[in-house]
Nanobody, 114 residues
Framework: VQLQASGGGLVQPGGSLRLSCAASGSISIINTMGWYRQAPGKQRELVAVINSGGRANYADSVKGRFTISRDNAKNPVYLQMYSLKPEDTAVYHC?????????WGQGTLVTVSS
């Protein structure tokens, strides 16, 4: 299984970005995909995940600002981020859980700065 994330970049506070994650390989139709992030000097934390049934969970810090979505039970998964704040700056890692195992992508850098 490989996970490829895209869509990161530099954005001003209050701006928006859309991240995409595509998984390749043999993927179960029963899975959870989403995003974690890691800021410099901090531990990796959940941003948002969505299961193959479409149920989503969000970190409290992004509720109302970020929306996770997916086309179907396979691929891809999107993270639409609005009203970005400097504290959202981090490397965002795509995530997949299936068959009881966790997989991580390399990540894409999101920088929120004026």
């Amino acid at each position: 299984v490989q996970l490829q994330a895209s869509g990161g970049g530099l954005v001003q506070p209050g701006g928006s970005l859309r991240l995409s994650c595509a998984a390749s390989g043999s993927i179960s139709i029963i899975n959870t995909m989403g995003w974690y992030r890691q800021a410099p000097g901090k531990q990796r934390e959940l941003v948002a995940v969505i299961n193959s049934g479409g149920r989503a969970n969000y970190a409290d810090s992004v509720k109302g600002r970020f929306t996770i979505s997916r086309d179907n039970a396979k691929n891809p998964v999107y993270l639409q981020m609005y009203s970005l704040k400097p504290e959202d700056t981090a490397v965002y890692h795509c995530y997949l859980r299936h068959y009881g195992a966790d997989y991580w992508g390399q990540g894409t850098l999101v920088t929120v700065s004026s």
